[in-house]
């Protein structure tokens, strides 16, 4: 029998939950992967209820459900990389960290996503427990923002670490082998965003101007370019370094399509050439 040819694109395979307003989740990764020479492949971990506001409710995806959508697709097709974003429930994240121990040598990509950006929870206690433990040891990068960060470093009983850098540590500790702790919910005039890595844990800190507004969709943006730089052969510092530089044009580039917050455009470099075209 004939080995079938290598995908002319590669294959990110990304497990998040639906947003049918197109901001944020599953739909973000997927417009950010194709945007930025992928293909991407889904399972969809939960369906939501939201608009450019907010999230109204959230339903989890059976976890039978979730296993079968990516046993399917990996029995087939040769992903190059992994993103993670809302996962929906606890059986959901037992299921997915079971089948990313069957593949320890394709990249993780984990974004955090605890809360909206409105701030509506979105992980339990108990989800955030599993994730620390199941989760982040098989993370090759994680792309907290500082409230996540604390978060997640903070285990039961313990006080919140002083500073970023300590909460970065903790992370590492864990098992992640890189945080890439964004700046965009600090106070600070230009956004921060540190990438931290053993040995040396801080690796490079890149300064972003900080855009006016409210973006829907950043941190699914970051994390689902990252994946696909990842795919494509990039190493961690440069595919850090080229996700973070298409997000910020994503977002300056971003659009209100209603009365809540801004959407990034992650089609911003084909909306440009069509506006040449039509010219």
């Known amino acids: ?60 995806v059976d976890a039978r459900c979730v296993e079968e959508q990516a046993r399917t697709l990996l029995r087939e097709m040769p992903v190059a990389a992994f993103k993670l974003g809302v996962l929906g429930s606890v059986e959901n994240m037992a299921t997915i960290g079971a089948i990313l121990a069957e593949h320890p040598r394709i990249p993780l990509v984990l974004d955090p996503v605890l809360a909206s950006g409105r701030g509506d929870e979105l992980a339990s206690a108990e989800m955030v427990s599993l994730l620390r433990r199941q989760l982040l040891p098989r993370t090759q990068i994680l792309t907290p923002n500082t409230l996540e960060a604390q978060r997640l470093s903070t285990a039961d009983g313990e006080t919140t670490p002083a500073t970023l850098d300590v909460c970065a540590q903790k ?65 961690v510092e440069q595919a850090v370094w080229a996700a973070q530089a298409y997000t910020w044009q994503a977002l300056a580039a971003g659009f209100r399509p209603a009365a809540g917050q801004y959407f990034p455009d992650r089609c911003f470099r084909l909306n440009v050439q069509n506006t040449r075209d039509d010219g």
């Open 1 to 60: 029998m004939d080995s079938q040819p290598l995908p002319k694109l590669p294959l990110v395979l990304t497990f998040a939950a639906s947003d049918p307003s197109g901001g944020a989740g599953l739909q973000a990764d997927l417009l950010t992967l194709a945007a930025n020479g992928c293909h991407p492949l889904s399972v969809v971990t939960a369906l939501t209820v939201q608009d450019s506001a907010g999230v109204k409710s959230v339903l989890a």
């Open 171 to 235: 992370l590492l500790a864990q098992g992640c082998e890189y945080v890439l702790l964004t700046g965009t919910h600090s106070d600070s005039e230009a956004v921060v965003n540190r990438l931290y890595g053993q040995p040396d844990c801080l690796l490079r800190s890149d300064c972003w101007q900080r855009l006016p507004g409210s973006y829907h969709g950043s941190g699914c943006t970051l994390a689902a370019a990252i994946a696909a730089f990842l795919a494509r052969g990039f190493a």
